[in-house]
């Protein structure tokens, strides 16, 4: 019995850490089973339901990752600014769309996905923020769409 506690893992006995890991990948398995990782199944449609309850929502959506979340944002401004698209065509096609330029691609790729196209803004220097000068001399009336 000695022997097997002088093997350690992180400092923990070896036994003990089996049995961790055991319980771990039992876990993993019935999250898989169960949909838990994916983006369907109960607990999906369980944490929408909170959600929309916690916003004081009749529905709340949730998506795979930060990206989508930006492209759906994208997606259903673009329909309220400029209407619906034509089939296969992006909400954005043929429009400009401003973006500060302290940025990671993922935020701006949806404005690419919808046909639009990215104009990048300067950003203040001790804000990082997008700069209003900067935004007013290239902005017009006709292209209120920005992503910040």
Same mark, same amino acid.
């Given at each position: ?92 096609? =043929?429009?400009? %769309? #401003? ?10 790729? @949806? $404005? /690419?996905? *919808?046909? =639009?196209?990215? %104009? #990048? ?10 700069? @209003? $000068? /900067?935004? *007013? ?12």
């Amino acid at each position: 019995m000695q022997l097997l506690f002088l093997c350690s893992f992180s400092g923990l006995p070896f036994l003990i850490v089996l049995a961790t890991l055991r319980e771990k990948w039992l876990s993993l398995i019935v999250l898989q089973q169960t949909n838990w990782v994916s983006t369907v199944g109960a607990n999906i449609n369980e944490i929408e339901i909170e959600a929309a309850k916690k916003i004081g929502r009749k529905h709340a959506v949730a998506l795979s990752t930060g990206t989508a979340s930006i492209h759906l944002a994208v997606k259903l401004a673009g329909e309220r600014l400029y209407g619906q698209p034509k089939v296969g065509h992006g909400v954005l096609e =043929g429009h400009k %769309v #401003f973006c500060s330029d302290m940025t990671f691609d993922a935020t701006v790729n @949806p $404005v /690419a996905y *919808e046909g =639009g196209e990215a %104009v #990048f803004i300067d950003t203040e220097y001790n804000t990082w923020n997008m700069d @209003p $000068v /900067a935004l *007013e001399s290239v902005s017009n009336n006709r292209n209120p769409a920005l992503l910040i």
